[in-house]
């Protein structure tokens, strides 16, 4: 056979079919162990990683957020999960003897440090069986024992620019307004340079490197808690964090310009009818601009440039927190199943004036945006 049915596609086939299937086995081994322990934990046969809390600095708050400004009744249900919730106190925890890996995940014995996990979907695949991977096959680093170290990244947030800014900045904030010592903080070697560059605007400087697939024991580590699981927001927090990188980077600027942030070299989440878009988004005066490749200070000064502000659901939506207050955002993000509304927690935490327009999903992660409702909303944001 030749052709498109050649060997080897379906050798590619046959390969990525079994690759889905010992994913998708591994997935249940872990959950089923992983349930299993927390049963034991639960009736007191399977201990917790031991810690003591050095420093409680703020308590649990419950957060309602405002709906968006072009709101729509019949998408009350869509809203729901992400309308209401609570945040967490905040805490700085202190484990000793623990075996971090470059993964970012905290681990003793036999046992995780869950609160070193940015969300529960994580107890199962970093349990029993990754801490036994971990043992046997990753390669053992040595670190002075003689410093004091500090955990700011997770399996989320050390490749992620959302669930950096998000979740860590607003743990490095924490520990600004709260403990004045500095700390060695660990890092992944892979990791961006923008996770080095925002942790020297908190004024950590020893920073120490992990390889990848590698693990280093500590006789102690510093983690400060969440000010609120992935996804959600302490607005107070969240606020600081804002303000206080944009007075070390932001210079004082008129807030005129119109930007649409193209995902066009993204690996996923892209707008199959771009060209329509960006067509129409170019007859309003847009300009067309692409966060890759642009280091943290520059996206950080552009956007507080901005006034209006048009992209797709992803990873660039989280430069909406560098926004001027007065500034319009319009999110485009999927119709199907339960649209992802973080966006819309986040602008409505900071008062920025969110809106949003469903698309209909083009097939994976993409979307085919709606070209005459887009043309509406953009008249509406004008006006405002």
């Known amino acids: 056979m030749s052709g498109r049915f050649g060997f080897r596609y379906f050798y590619v086939m046959a390969i990525s079919l079994s690759k889905r299937i010992r994913l998708k086995l591994l997935h249940y081994i872990n959950l089923v162990v992983g349930k299993l322990v927390d049963l034991l934990t639960r009736i007191g046969l399977w201990g917790k990683v031991p810690y003591t809390v050095l420093g409680h600095y703020g308590d649990v708050i419950e957060v309602t957020h405002a709906y968006p400004e072009n709101y729509k009744p019949e998408d009350k249900p869509k809203f729901d999960e992400w309308k209401q919730y609570k945040t967490f106190p905040h805490d700085l925890f202190r484990v000793e003897n623990v075996l971090l890996t470059s993964d970012g995940i905290t681990l003793k014995k036999h046992r ?3 609160p070193a996990l940015p969300h529960p979907i994580f107890r ?9 991977y971990v043992r046997l096959f990753y390669r053992k680093q040595n670190f002075p024992a003689d410093k004091k170290y500090l955990l700011v990244y997770d399996n989320w947030s050390w490749n992620n620019y959302f669930h950096w800014v998000i979740d ?8 600004h307004d709260n403990v004045p010592e500095k700390f060695t903080v660990i890092l992944p070697e892979k990791s961006p340079a923008y996770l080095t560059e925002t942790l020297k605007l908190y004024g950590y400087n020893d920073i120490l490197y992990l390889p990848e697939n590698s693990k280093v024991r500590l006789p102690n580590l510093h983690v400060m808690n969440y000010a609120a699981w992935s996804g959600q927001q302490h607005p107070e927090i969240l606020g600081k964090m804002v303000q206080f990188v944009k007075a070390k980077l932001s210079p004082i600027a008129s807030a005129s310009r119109r930007v649409y942030v193209s995902r066009s070299r993204a690996y996923s989440r892209k707008i199959e009818n771009e060209a329509e878009v960006v067509e129409l988004l170019k007859s309003y005066d847009f300009e067309i601009v692409y966060f890759e490749g642009m280091k943290f200070e520059e996206q950080v000064k552009l956007m507080s440039e901005v006034n209006y502000f048009v992209t797709s659901h992803g990873a660039n939506m989280t430069n909406v927190i560098w926004l001027p207050q007065e500034a319009q ?3 485009l993000l999927r119709l199907e199943g339960r649209p992802n509304f973080c966006y819309w927690s986040i602008a409505s935490s900071l008062r920025l004036r969110y809106n949003y327009q469903l698309s209909a999903v083009a097939g994976g992660d993409n979307i085919q945006v709606n070209i005459p409702a887009l043309r509406k909303n953009l008249e509406a944001i004008l006006q405002k």
């Open 124 to 132: 199962n695949q970093y349990g029993v069986l990754y801490n036994l």
């Open 329 to 331: 955002i319009l999110e």
């Open 168 to 175: 860590s900045l607003c743990r490095l904030q924490l520990m």
């Open 112 to 114: 995780t440090f869950i």
